[in-house]
């Protein structure tokens, strides 16, 4: 009995040492002014599954959404893991979000494009091509995680992707990246052990979590850089969220998915260098695609405000906003 009242303390003291280390690292959050990009960071990859789900039709009936919705949830996780003083768990769900970005992308590279522009030319494409959807099969948990290397190497045969990284290098400043996240995740030697990333030692005998500012910059850092791979990764397939449009001007609060504010996309255009941003608007300025988006946006007459009430009308309905009146 008395085992085990002292085993129920130790788990108990545990757990103020996790409350005090997240206590610390929230002040330290707030002092170092970083709820504003904390929230770019969260609103930029909402952003990017928007331009995704807009983007190719198979996105929209091939439950794509999953793997962008999950970079999400790591992105989240990652910080709450980091505030409780579980550093390099931070960086595992860090990687995640990397990872998933990267599958959605991947996988996307593989479906056919926008030709199947009806939803019955899609309904029958999608009943043909059941043995061949290669996301639904790792969506089921059939077919494993495709490789990191392979994902890329499908990614560089974009025309975009590859003439990006011949000119800045972009597919060695993922695998620098990823390989980084990969070596504090693996405990590589004793520079990226506990001991040094959460200052549990063997002096340390409660091993209890605490707050290391100097490791909490780190990851905030790290964070960043993966957060702007992201975006390139999906914008050198999507270009579409480089171009902002008056979207609630033209359509009201029924936009197009997938087009983007000016607001939002000046947002994701900041994960690109002034020189790397120059570059890609020089390439695709010429881009059909892009040249057709803007025609059939600017090409609207501006919405009433009649048809926007009655937008808002149609929306408190749908969604029992006030009680739907």
């Known amino acids: 009995m008395d085992n085990e009242i002292f085993e129920k303390e130790e788990f108990l003291f545990k757990k103020e040492s996790v409350n005090y280390t997240f206590e610390k690292s929230l ?3 707030f002092k170092q002014s970083l709820k504003s990009e904390y929230r770019q960071q ?15 039709a198979y996105s929209l009936i091939s439950g794509l959404g999953f793997s962008i919705n999950e ?10 893991l980091i505030f409780e003083g579980y550093y390099r768990y931070g ?34 494409w999608w009943e043909k091509d059941k043995l061949n959807r290669k996301y639904i099969q790792w969506l089921d948990s059939i077919n494993s995680t495709p490789y990191f290397s392979t994902m890329l190497k499908e990614l560089n045969k974009l025309e975009y992707f590859e003439l990006f990284d011949k000119n800045f290098k972009f597919l060695e400043r993922l695998k620098i990246l990823y390989g980084e996240l990969s070596d504090i995740i693996h405990i590589k030697g004793k520079s990226k052990s506990s001991s040094v990333y959460e200052g549990k030692c063997a002096h340390n005998s409660t ?29 050198l397939q999507f270009p579409i969220g480089l171009v902002g449009f008056d979207i609630e001007k033209k359509f009201g609060l029924n936009g197009p998915v997938g087009f983007l504010e000016y607001c939002d996309s000046e947002l994701l255009r900041m994960a690109f ?17 892009l040249i057709g988006a803007k025609e059939f946006v600017t090409s609207r007459p501006d919405i009433t405000e009649d048809e926007y009430m009655q937008q808002w009308e149609e929306w408190k309905k749908a969604f029992n906003i006030n009680g739907g009146t």
């Open 207 to 235: 091993r209890n979590n605490i707050f290391i500012e100097e490791r909490f910059l780190e990851y905030w850092n790290i964070r960043k850089r993966v957060v702007n791979c992201c975006i390139i990764l999906t914008l």
């Open 273 to 289: 260098s002034k020189e790397e941003l120059a570059y890609i608007d020089e390439i695709t300025k010429d881009d059909g695609w």
């Open 27 to 29: 002040d330290f959050f």
């Open 71 to 80: 970079a999400s949830c790591e992105l989240s996780n990652s910080l709450n």
């Open 42 to 56: 969260v609103h930029s990859l909402d952003l990017l599954s928007d331009i995704m789900l807009g983007s190719n």
């Open 91 to 124: 960086y595992l769900a860090l990687r995640n979000c990397l990872e998933l970005v990267l599958i959605s992308n991947y996988f996307l590279k593989l479906q056919p494009d926008n030709t199947l522009d009806n939803i019955e030319n899609i309904k029958e």
